[in-house]
């Protein structure tokens, strides 16, 4: 298996707790995920207020051509208001290691993801990410990016 990995930050002017509650549920992440990938959190959302070490969350999301699979991650580390990452147990990847830091910065946090993915069927695999995998995988962040300015604000607006 090849292994692919990709990084992305951003700044945004709120408080590092606000951004920790925020992205740390993860409730709130079918509101920074494309509408067209029908994202759906399918676990039971009493159990999903506080994220935990172990805890295992469900998803219905169709990433290709309207077609809806199951996903399931796991919460594997968590270090309040600094890391928490999810690794994928089933679902359309092979391996799926995602790493998201938040560090308090002036005026605001700084997050940082570290996604390492890599995905089955050998060469065909390998072809599926350079012809659209990979180039999926950026437009959702950037969707990510553009939606949270639209819910926190634009942190290069606010400097002095």
């Known amino acids: 298996m090849k292994a692919y990995q990709l990084k992305f930050s951003q700044q945004l002017p709120v408080s590092l707790a606000e951004a920790w509650d925020f992205f740390s549920s993860p409730m709130n ?12 959190v399918t676990s039971d ?7 935990y070490p172990g805890m295992i969350i469900t998803y219905k999301v169709s990433p290709l051509l309207g077609i809806k699979l199951n996903w399931m991650t796991e919460i594997t580390q968590v270090k309040d208001q600094e890391y928490f990452i999810d690794e ?3 679902g359309p990847y092979q391996f ?8 308090a910065i002036d005026r605001g946090v700084e997050m ?13 695999g390998r072809m599926a990410n350079s012809l659209f995998v ?20 634009d942190y290069s607006a606010t400097e002095t």
């Open 134 to 153: 990979a180039a999926e995988l950026q437009q959702i962040f950037e969707f990510r990016k553009k939606k949270v300015i639209e819910l926190f604000g």
């Open 88 to 90: 994928q147990r089933f």
């Open 29 to 40: 992440l079918a509101k920074i995920t494309p509408p067209e990938m029908a994202f759906q």
């Open 45 to 51: 959302s009493n159990d999903q207020k506080k994220m």
């Open 96 to 103: 799926w290691h995602h790493q998201h830091h938040f560090r």
């Open 112 to 124: 940082n993801d570290i996604l390492t993915y890599g995905l089955p069927m050998g060469i065909f």
